[in-house]
């Protein structure tokens, strides 16, 4: 019964069939070995359209992963193509259930070195492991799939739009349920190209469902013969009109404000083993005296070491070594923001920031002169920060030495300094642009300059730290804003207002950035959208268009 029911779902590829998925579609019964080659290389090419790694027709390496936007449209053009052809819900799940998979394992197979390497959970789990989050997280796809060929009208524009609807509605079901993990969207393919112009007014978001619009009328396009040219040139002279008027528009930014003034970084680098980082004879003592001796030295006017750059709580560190470092910014025009630890076993630890500087310039003073502001972060990494209820067993089988942290609240106040208003976020809490978007509900206290300090050292010298990247620069486009980078082992960087890098160190080095930022202020449009609705519009679009799919598909 159940190899009867499984050969009735995939049969072998023939020749006519892979003639036709260059011609005409076939109705199909049942789902070809081809076709699931086909979704799998695409949505893994999707994975990939995020941080490419090499240059085009060779296999050499460019040092860096880039975004590749026609690649994203090309993915997922791939897979409408084979969803158009498919006359079964339940097998449009499989499809794009199938494309899901191989696109968050392409997105994120780097945890493997985290939970072998590192962890010691043996291969085989790792790789299990892997792939079941991949294939939990595809389900959202896989619903949207096969809604799309159960509701999607024929007109070939509405069905577009069917199909970009309900990928929307699959992202944001990943941004927001069970705390969120929405790395390798594919907005962020977009962050270089033709559409991120859009960027500060519909976000990574908004970047997403237009790509999947283009992508679905490129793909139903391809079946009009007659008028797949036409179709495609049209498509080609709308997307860039949409991304024209943007610049062209004047209201980008409040010009009525004037930005802050240049101020002078250094972003510290450590480059501590990961696998020593937390061990008291060797990464510790190398990470109290090489930082120790940065934020002694250095001349710039903010200093910013990574997260948990000391990697021991305040009460455990040597006697006296936060004391001196409070004495050595109590004075002058200096300060610093360092990543480290807090709390006591009894209160609740918290992954933190805390901001140094002279108590004139302002602030609760903590020590002879010296203000320390806090930031406690909010959005924490599940199995790192937190154990998801029910799965304490399996962090049971890792060496990594994991916690449950307390949360920060969304929207801290900032760290005031020389005229600028500094918003920490730590780690991969700058993937939510929505949480970051809290801090703009009032615009005379919104952040000038994003800061950003991480440790992915966890992930190895991978893609995941181009991911990153990519990730930082969109939210720099989105609200209009420099966002500085201090990491353990990369990227450490200088991200303008416009998205560009324009500072950075090789990454598995170590060393000091500097450089200088420009803070801004105004407020971008989805910086005023997002920070009193947050995600809601999406989810309205998303659900209207579905809705209305629903109704006119009772109607046919």
């Given amino acids: 019964m159940a190899r009867d029911s499984i050969h009735s779902m995939i049969s072998f590829p023939t020749l006519p069939a892979l003639l036709e998925q260059f011609g005409r579609p076939a109705v199909r019964k049942r789902l070809t070995l081809l076709q699931i080659a086909i979704v799998l290389i695409a949505g893994s090419a999707h994975a990939a359209s995020i941080a490419w790694p090499f240059l085009f027709g060779t296999g050499i390496g460019l040092g860096q992963g880039l975004p590749v936007w026609w690649l994203q449209l090309l993915a997922l053009a791939l897979l409408v193509r084979q969803l158009d052809e498919c006359r079964s819900s339940p097998r449009a799940a499989w499809l794009g259930g199938l494309f899901a998979t191989a696109m968050q394992c392409g997105a994120s197979w780097w945890l493997f070195i985290s939970m072998h390497d590192y962890g010691g959970l043996a291969a ?58 929405p790395w390798g969207e594919g907005g962020y393919a977009h962050v270089d190209g033709w559409a991120r112009p859009l960027a500060a007014w519909i976000g990574v978001h908004g970047l997403t469902f237009l790509a999947a619009f283009v992508a679905a009328w490129l793909a139903l396009s391809w079946r009009a013969r007659r008028t797949r040219w036409l179709s495609m040139g049209v498509a080609a002279l709308l997307s860039l009109a949409v991304a024209w008027l943007p610049v062209h528009s004047g209201v980008n930014m409040d010009a009525s404000v004037p930005p ?95 901001g140094l500087k002279p108590a004139a310039a302002g602030g609760p003073a903590s020590g002879p002169n010296t203000a320390v502001y806090s930031y406690s972060k909010h959005h924490l990494v599940p199995f790192g920060e937190f154990i998801p209820w029910g799965f304490r067993w399996f962090t049971q089988l890792m060496k990594i030495p994991l916690g449950d942290f307390n949360r920060g609240a969304v929207g801290q106040a900032s ?7 500094l918003a920490p976020n730590i780690c991969y809490e700058d993937l939510f642009g929505e949480e970051l978007g809290a801090r703009f509900v009032n615009a005379a206290l919104a952040p000038t300059i994003f800061v950003n300090v991480s440790n992915i050292g966890w992930f190895g010298n991978t893609v995941a730290i181009d991911q990153h990247l990519q990730i930082s620069r969109m939210r720099a486009l989105e609200f209009g804003r420099p966002m ?47 920070a009193r609705y947050g995600l809601w519009p999406w989810w309205a679009l998303g659900l209207a268009v579905a809705g209305l799919a629903l109704l006119t598909r009772r109607r046919r």
């Fill in 415 to 421: 760290f005031d300094w020389q005229g600028q208003r």
């Fill in 124 to 181: 085989p789990l790792t790789l299990l492991a892997i792939v079941l989050l991949a294939a939990a997280l595809g389900l959202y796809y896989a619903a949207a799939s096969a809604l799309f060929v159960a509701l999607a009208p024929q007109q070939r524009a509405l069905r577009a739009l069917v199909f970009a609807a309900l990928w929307l509605l699959a992202e944001l079901a990943r941004v927001k349920f069970f705390t969120g993990f």
């Fill in 260 to 354: 802050p003034g240049l101020l002078s970084v250094a972003l510290l680098q450590g480059n501590i083993a990961q696998e020593e980082k937390f061990q008291g004879g060797t990464g510790v003592a190398t990470a109290l005296a090489w930082y120790g001796a940065q934020l002694r030295d250095a001349k710039a006017t903010l200093v910013v070491a990574p997260e948990t750059a000391l990697p021991l709580l305040p009460q455990q560190l040597p006697e006296g070594y936060l004391q001196a470092l409070q004495a050595r910014f109590a004075n002058g025009e200096q300060a610093a923001l360092i990543g480290l630890p807090m709390g006591s076993h009894e209160a609740g630890y918290t992954n933190s920031v805390i």
């Fill in 484 to 530: 500085i980078r201090a990491t353990n082992t990369g990227a450490t960087v200088i991200i303008d207002d416009r998205g560009e890098v324009t500072h950075s160190l090789p990454r598995y080095t170590r060393g000091v950035l500097a450089g200088e930022v420009q803070g801004r202020s105004g407020i971008t449009p989805y910086a005023w959208w997002v």
